[in-house]
């Protein structure tokens, strides 16, 4: 144990889950790790669990504030859903259970700009009582070295009057050096962020802790939430098919190079096919600024296609997990973990002009995105860095299959029912008929395109909703509000958007 | 003429503005200096309108894409838009007769990010053929200095192949030395700005041209388009003393400090009555990173309260405009003008932490705002910059009056009718009634306040809305998608929103 704690005064502060959970009072917010299912704590969420499900059965009060990096996991976000433990929870989730209570009103639930959430209590707008942390190892001095994912931890920890550690065996000591932690000053004193290219290390490869505020360890040894990725199916393949066409034409027009292309790219398996898809093409020298490392991405840097990925976490299936563990020291030499209000912030995303990639809920005719609320009105999971990248990238690109639910949905609808991202920002949508290039074009202009993308079946239907919006008075952006929702409207009322 | 022309070779490229607009062919894109009616060219704009007639009359097909840094004046826009000789426009206008032919689509019309449009020319995505750019003075080198706007003058004439300046002897030599001109290297190469506080110069006081490029220089002396301020009016001076207010619970909440607020201001006539009420606060050392420099910072600047103004263009009244032309080799001790990508730019907007406040036309109860499209149709002037301050400001608030058009208008709706700026944004929205501050709630908690701030007229209608909303079967944002646009669709059906 020494290994992992190396500060003797430290281990004198190991101790149970449920005793750790002592230190979390009624009413107090909590800052934990935790990014896309890496490095989120594994024993505390259950134990503050159990307590709080004893004292609701005592008749007292108890839920807390939780603020994470992005989600976490079933025994996480799950088992604290579901023990009703929650208040007020930020900035991203996933858990079916906390979305649940989300939708039914039994918890709140603010969806922020994950490079913003840090800064927010940085700045006092939010403050945090304890900090439950997952670590690899505690340093001699007392500092700490995040695990897979390094997320909001340096800011959590730092606004914390106490501070909880996870140490997790079963995350490889080998990561040890592949984080590069660099803290703003606070403001009046903010500097410029010296990162010109992805891969640039600027900073420790722990975080500085004050120990005094370490009031108790606990030791885990369990995986990360690591889910495996589905075999790329057709249409995810022929997404991913438009987007190079979309890479390839941008290459025709001199806008990109084949050396040097910069990635940004959403989670999940639409873009795994995009990178299975890179592996094949002339694209070299590819870097990732982006906030996850996902599994094509680890294809990409054993092919030597892709020279360096910039994050702040993993998402990797189990035996990706397995192998980063087994070959965290080869990796680090072309993986670096930021802290998300670095690996997401506008500053750096603006200068080294990389393609942003995200998936989207839905994209109306000109360009507006959806990617939180479906229907408008029940949140899915949150903008995430969605939102981060897409207002500052050099190009900024949305994917998604034109239909879901079976066909029931359509994912290009007249009016998008809760606007995420917004015409000003979305430039290129994709779905697997093609590509919606919307850059340099007024409102009218993009109709065509996006519904050229939309699926066959819902074309005419949109082609008749823009045509009755140009009978309107005022044509710069035509709509016809009494059916801008209809395609929701038919959706919640007979079960699908299909007006037949 | 040769104090303002000092290259002896330009001096040869004297001509009326009817030849100069020779060079400008039906289809060209024309990048022109000017934003929010000051430092755009005075005499091309009617040559080129001319020849667009003469070509109508004549069977000749002629139109041009025009962009500019924002908005211009009758005798640019509005001349050019009677004339038909537009096909496509932006980034940025707000000229009455523009306006009409955007809205009846006689004309295109792109709405963007006033800190995207130079870059989207460097990067090429749009082509620009020939700048037509007003100038104080062309130095011995052939250096153009530009006159009371900067805007996007540097990536134009980067980009075009034929530069036309027009010297405006109206606008003072003393200008010169006011501007401060650095431009971001192009991808791959871009750097950190190295600007932390918005009195740091950084570059030169004109602008670098390749002289050769210069093809015709037109001689003008007329007045930027300088329109008096109104006086306040009641309702102006209750929205500025709720926004000192709330200013004044950040410090009490000691998130700002009588020392040192960093202004971002829109501009107008309640931005202005914000500003008469800071010469009587407590405030001192007041800053201003922000793209407009209006009467109401010069009388901050004359009192001393505000110690230097950041901003790429002056909006001032015509009194204002004659003292600034008076006085401008003292005032460019306290101004600094910058080009639009640089006052707008992301990255120095989020390092210095500003207060960012602008209009709006309406934000609906969840604080989503719409800044540009009245009923999500007609094409108001654009988004401006307030994207690009809102976005990465320290807080984002948004001001105006609860009503407009004699009441028939609620600017708080159930759901806004064109959005750009998302809840992800916007942080506190200002009206007579009071200020809702936003931050760190979830969507269900901020209705009550958005209804408080409400014209008391309409509470009853957006109460009845949301218990309505509350209905449904998801609730994280709670929405009646078959009534969420009833105010607007009642406006137009019956000339107001109100339900009664």
């Known amino acids: 144990m020494s290994e992992r704690i190396a500060n003797a005064a430290l281990q004198g502060k190991v101790m149970s889950a449920e005793e750790a959970a002592q230190f979390i009072d009624n009413g107090a917010t909590v800052g934990m790790s935790g990014f896309t299912g890496a490095g989120y704590p594994k024993a505390l969420p259950t134990a503050i669990a159990e307590r709080a499900k004893k004292e609701h059965a005592a008749g007292n009060d108890y839920k807390i504030n939780v603020l994470t990096g992005a989600s976490t996991a079933p025994d996480c976000d799950g088992v604290l859903a579901e023990a009703d433990a929650i208040n007020y ?121 004050d120990p005094e505020k370490i009031v108790a360890i606990v030791k885990t040894d369990e995986a990360d939430r690591n889910a495996p990725f589905k075999p790329a199916d057709e249409i995810s393949e022929k997404i991913a098919g438009n987007f190079l066409d979309f890479l390839e034409a941008e290459v025709a027009a001199g806008r990109l190079s084949y050396d040097g292309y910069i990635m940004q790219s959403g989670v999940g398996n639409v873009p795994n096919a995009v990178m299975a898809g890179l592996l094949d093409s002339k694209f070299n020298n590819i870097q990732a600024y982006t906030e996850v490392i996902q599994d094509g991405m680890v294809d990409l840097i054993d092919s030597g296609k892709m020279t360096v ?3 702040t976490s993993f998402s990797l299936s189990p035996e990706y997990a397995h192998k980063m563990n087994e070959e965290a020291s080869n990796y680090r030499e072309h993986i670096i973990l930021r802290p998300q209000q670095i690996s997401n912030h506008p500053e750096v995303i603006r200068r080294v002009g990389l393609i ?77 008929y093609g590509y919606a290039d919307l850059r340099g074009l007024a409102p009218r202009d993009r109709v065509a395109k996006m519904i050229a993308i939309a699926h066959p079946d819902y074309r005419a239907q949109l082609e008749e909703y823009y045509e009755r919006a140009l009978k309107g008075k005022a044509l710069h952006t035509p709509h016809d509000l009494g059916t801008a929702f209809s395609f929701h409207i038919n959706l919640a009322e007979n079960g699908t958007m299909r007006l037949d």
Do not use: C
Not at 361 to 390: A, C, H, L, P
Not at 402 to 419: L, R
């Open 309 to 311: 990925a910039s994050a």
């Open 89 to 209: 929870r930020a900035p991203y989730q996933s858990d079916p259970s906390m979305r649940k209570a989300i939708n039914s009103a039994a918890m709140k639930y603010q969806d922020i700009h994950l490079s913003h959430m840090g800064m927010l209590v940085q700045q006092n707008f939010i403050d945090v009582d304890v900090a439950v942390i997952e670590a690899v190892r505690i340093t001699e001095e007392g500092n700490v070295v995040p695990s897979s994912a390094v997320g909001n931890n340096v800011e959590y920890m730092d606004a914390a009057d106490k501070i909880i550690i996870e140490i997790n065996e079963w995350q490889s000591l080998e990561l040890e050096g592949m984080h590069d932690i660099w803290e703003m000053p606070k403001l009046p004193n903010r500097v410029p962020i010296p990162i010109t290219k992805p891969g640039d290390r600027i900073g420790t490869p722990y975080i500085e802790v």
């Open 356 to 432: 942003a990639t995200n998936g989207m809920i839905e994209s109306d005719i000109y360009g507006n995105i959806n990617s939180t609320n479906v229907s408008g009105t029940r949140m899915m999971n949150g903008i995430g860095g969605s939102g981060d990248f897409t207002r500052n990238a050099y190009i900024s690109s949305f994917i998604s299959p034109s239909e879901a639910k079976d066909g029931k949905i359509s994912t290009i609808v007249p009016f998008a029912s809760h606007i995420d991202h917004t015409e000003h920002d979305a430039m290129v949508v994709i779905t697997e």
